[in-house]
Each structure stands twice: as C-alpha cells, then as structure tokens.
C-alpha cells in the first residue's frame, strides 16, 4: 500500500511527498483528525517510504524493507497504543530508549503512537522530553481524533497535518470497486460521514434499520404531531444518548430532505441520494413545501456542526425540536 490507496487527504499526501523529496521528513508528527480516515493507514506508508530501500516519495511495496514493514516485522518501526485505559510511562521509557539507539536494520526508526490522547499525564512528560531533544535518525508520528487532549507543549514540537472525512464520492467509488452495488455503495458512503474504515466494515441490516428511524423522524417532521416524536427519542429517552448515532441520524434525515426538494423542483431521478424511497418521497410531494425542507436541511446542518464541535447534545436536540416545531 502506497499513499495512493490511502483514500482521501490529498493535501496530506502531497506535504508527505514533498517532505521525502526534499529528505525533510520532521522527526515529529502529529496526525489529527476524524476516526476512520486513513491516519493510521497514511503513518505506516511513511514509515515505508522513510525506510523503502529504492528511496523515491512512496513506498514500493515490494522491496524487503517495505514488505517486512507491512507485515509488522521490522524491529525498528514500533506501533504504540493504550494498555488498557491509557498510554503509560513504562511505553514512553521503553520508546525513549529505542529511540536513541541506532536502527537494526532500517534506515531510520519510527515510532507511530496511536491515540495518543490517551497518554496519561506522566507518560505525556516523558514523550516531552524526546521532542525537546529529537534523535536526528528516528521519527515519532502521533495520531489521534481529539487534539485538544494533547498537551500544547507536545503540539508546537511536532508538525501537524489535520486530516479531514473522506469524500462520499471517493467512498462510493472505492466501494463499487471491490464489488458493492452502485445503490448499496452510494447508501453506505452517505450514512458513514466521512470514516472509510466504517464503510467497509459496515452492517448492512444495521444502516438500513438507521435509515427506517430517520424515515419515521423525516414523516414526524411532515405530520400532525409535528418533531414531537424526534424529540421524545432523543431528549426525553432513559437510553443513553450516543452522539454518533444521533449524527447519522440526522445526516441520513437531511438525505431525504434533499430528495424530496429534488423531486418537487423535478430534477432526474437518478440523482437521488436514496433511490429505494423513491415511491415514498413521491407520495409527500403535496405535503410537505420546499420552504419547509430548506429549514428542515439548514436546522439539522446546523445541529450536526454543533455535533462536532461537542456541543451539549440534549441542547443541540432541543434546539432543533423548537426551531422545527409545529
């Protein structure tokens, strides 16, 4: 695998290559952004490509030194994650050791350090102290979801490269390949926002049951009884809320929204985000107005944004009740 399959990120991978062209590769990372967007992926084609011995601005995959880095057998390249709970400080020790030796066998050493947000405060200190003094032959790349865990002291020594979702385009167009219908493949890169991970190891049954609760949620919005069924789920349920849940949710309501405005404003039936309802969305045609959709996609686009900057979530859902209340 090279930075090519890594869907997504095109910025990212044109800063790595640009940093091995120039033999500039900081011995300091730090990978941020979504889960499931390939930051795992893209640290180990680096690892390869630092180390790849026909030296280019991508991993050959194919010399010993790339495969043996694939396969997790190389010595010199370690992959660190929590022990339970947390990152440690005897991980830290063990990593500030290596990382001071010379390689075995690669070029150079890398250590990739997955959630690391989850170093605890003394494991934190530690890793402080390598990038105050960074070993010239070893690269330490971290990576995580949630930045604003990582000490900002540990942030200004690294270089930071944000990852963003993927595109559901370059999902959908990943998922035809390796064999998804173009119906299924276009459904599935709609519900996962972004996480190319999730796509394809998910349930179909379980994205299509998520699709039924957000039908009822979008009929509830167009009925009598107005967003009062939308907020007796998510406000006033004794389940707890899951706040990636409650986003497909909404992310799959705003899908039928879009349909809906299509269909009234009589664009190609092709072009509909979810083709199976289509017998449906037509029936609402007369009920629901155009006006009403806007608000309905820009509340819950709305409502979504908040969702990601980690806004309360009983407030964001009751928000939106009285925004689109009856």
Known sequence: MGFDDVVGNARVKKILRLALQKNRV????LFCGPKGVGEKKMAFVLARAINCERETTDACEQCSTCVAISGRRLPDVWEI???GQEIKIDQMRAMKQAAYLRPM???KRVFIVDEAEKMNEPASNSLLKILEEPPLFS???LLTSNPHLILSTIKSRCQVLQFTPVGKEDIRKLLVEKGYPEEKARIISLVVRGNMEEALDTDWEEIQNKREEAWAFFLSLLGERGSSAFLN?????????IREDFEKTLEILSSFCRDLMLLKERGEPALLLNPDYGTKLRALEEAASLEKMWDCLSQAERVISGLDKNLNLGLLVSSFYSLMGD
């Open 26 to 29: 900081p011995n300091s990372l």
């Open 139 to 141: 690269h330490i790349i």
């Open 105 to 107: 066998v690669a070029r």
């Open 233 to 241: 789920t998510y406000a006033f349920a004794q389940r707890r809320l």
């Open 81 to 83: 994650g929590p022990e």
